[in-house]
């Protein structure tokens, strides 16, 4: 079974770096046809889509965050992360990383129970 457990502060001030990472167990994130995927929750609102590395090594962002966001991955320790620049309270959310595939990139199989990121001085 695979597991994903996201880790990083829970508190950033605007105009810095929001850096999270996902560790992975029970599953390589080097495995073909997997999109390693973040997703966000603001409260009170909907899921939204930050982006993912698939398999590959390569990564696709959405075009509202892609100025600011950048995935990286380390495959030594099975990890990938998220860093997203010039932070504001409007990036508060709780910031969920999670598994997509085989094959498509949107339909998540494996979610991490998620962690609150507050954007506040």
């Known amino acids: 079974q695979v597991q994903l457990q996201e880790s990083g502060p829970g508190l950033v001030k605007p105009s810095q770096t929001l850096s999270l990472t996902c560790t992975v167990s029970?599953?390589?994130?080097?495995?073909?046809?997997?999109?390693w995927t973040w997703i966000r929750q603001p409260p009170g609102k909907g899921l939204e889509w930050i982006g993912y590395?698939?398999?590959?090594?390569?990564?696709y962002y959405s075009p509202s965050l892609k100025s600011r966001t950048s995935i990286s991955r380390d495959t030594s320790k099975n990890q990938f992360t998220l860093q997203l620049i010039s932070v504001t309270p409007e990036d508060t959310a709780v910031y969920y990383c999670?598994?997509?595939?085989?094959?498509?990139?949107?339909?998540?199989?494996?979610w991490g129970k998620g962690t609150l990121v507050t954007v506040s001085s």
């Open positions: 999670a598994r997509a595939g085989p094959y498509s990139a949107w339909v998540m199989d494996y």
């Open positions: 029970g599953g390589s994130i080097t495995a073909n046809y997997y999109y």
């Open positions: 590395t698939p398999y590959s090594g390569s990564t």
